[in-house]
């Protein structure tokens, strides 16, 4: 019964980690942090933490929009964004990955806070001097961080886009007969207890050899649907989550932090948020995959359909890994900087 749910709790965590994959794989094998060795560039925080970062499409000084991407679980900066290199240089697109705290060459952040996560975003963009304002595009779990700056900055936005966006079923305003039968609830509410009481058994068992292979977990149906099946045939597993990695102490530490950020009880309710642009001077987009079994769409279009503002999309085949199908980046890209819909991804209406 405990493992079985275990098993079932190791899916989630690696349907929320797929999101964050990437083409090729990352050379992680050097692992190591001190800011002496390390082969990124990287700035120091107020705090004295350093911040990894990569920057790609159109130098900042020549770019007309500026983007900051924030990962997903166990993912790093060098997440892939597929956007056409001809899009990135027609609109002149800046693009800025970083390591979250505590992933890939980035210090790890002990006090880890929904704040800190839209903070260590502001400082980095006053860091590398990017502008007053920014756009933000959060993938995945790292759209938690996104919500923040919606929430403690939203004045140096230029425009946010979330894909995929984790959904926390402690918001206030979910109503319970919305989540009460939901399966991967329970899921997120027994990892949370583990991770809050019982670290140590959480450690041990993800770093166990009798658990199911990566391979086996990864065509599992119970958490993606056909396309991301296909996609996950292409796209290699991710080096961060293998059982060597979870057996150091900061990896497991780090994705233990996050996931508790992430689902544990925020300091705000995002279905509350006012419309930070009122003006219309941005714009909010979220991205979502109909067939999505990681993050229901029944309730990403309950959360847009609370906040007006938001301009949803709907991929109408897809699953938790659209940032991986051809053609999504280039149309989050125009929808966020020049404000064109793709009707393809106008939801289905509701039969
Ligand atoms: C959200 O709004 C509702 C009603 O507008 C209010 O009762 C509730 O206290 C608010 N919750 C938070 C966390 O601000
Ligand atoms: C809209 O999206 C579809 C599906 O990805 C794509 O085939 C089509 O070319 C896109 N249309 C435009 C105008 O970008």
């Known amino acids: 019964m405990v493992s079985g749910a275990a098993i079932v709790l190791l899916i989630g965590l690696l349907g929320m980690v797929y999101q964050a994959t990437q083409l090729p794989p990352p050379n992680l094998d ?8 390390s082969s990124s560039s990287r700035i120091r925080l107020s705090d004295g933490r350093y911040l990894a970062y ?4 159109v130098p900042k000084d020549k770019a007309k929009h500026r983007i900051i991407i924030v990962h997903g679980f166990g993912s790093s900066k060098d997440m892939n964004f597929l956007a056409p290199q001809e899009l990135i240089d027609e609109l002149g697109v800046y693009l800025l990955q970083y390591d979250r705290a505590g992933y890939g060459e980035s210090d790890p952040n002990p006090k880890r806070s929904l704040k800190s996560e839209a903070l260590d975003i502001e ?8 502008g007053s304002k920014f756009h933000v595009i959060g993938v995945s779990m790292g759209s938690y961080a996104t919500w923040s700056c919606l929430n403690y ?33 329970k899921i997120i509410c027994l990892s949370l207890f583990l991770a809050k009481y019982c670290p140590m058994l959480l450690h041990w068992w993800v770093s166990q050899k009798w658990l199911p292979s990566n ?21 290699p597993g991710f080096p961060m989550l293998t ?10 530490d780090t994705l233990r932090g996050d996931w508790m950020v992430a689902f544990g009880k925020w300091d705000f309710d995002p279905l509350n948020l006012t419309n930070p642009f009122p003006q219309k001077t941005s714009s909010v987009h979220i991205w979502q995959g109909y067939e999505d079994k990681v993050v229901p769409s029944e309730i990403q279009r309950f959360v847009s359909a ?28 125009k929808a966020l900087l020049l404000g064109e819909e793709n009707i393809s991804y106008r939801p289905r209406s509701e039969t």
């Open 30 to 37: 050097d692992d190591s942090s001190s800011p002496t060795d």
């Open 54 to 57: 990569r920057e790609t499409g």
């Open 123 to 130: 400082e980095l963009a006053d860091k590398l001097q990017i």
């Open 153 to 185: 900055i939203p004045n140096r936005l230029a425009g946010v886009a979330m894909i995929a966006p984790v959904i926390n079923y402690q918001w206030p305003s979910l109503p319970k007969s919305l989540i009460r039968g939901d399966y991967r609830r």
């Open 215 to 235: 391979s086996v977990i990864e065509k599992n149906p119970a958490f993606f649907n056909n396309r991301d099946i296909d996609i996950l045939k292409i796209i």
């Open 243 to 252: 059982k060597d990695k979870l057996k150091e102490q900061v990896v497991f």
């Open 306 to 333: 609370k906040l007006p503002w938001i301009h949803y999309h709907e991929v109408p085949d897809g699953g938790h890994l659209i940032v991986h199908y051809s053609g999504l980046c280039e149309a989050i890209l």
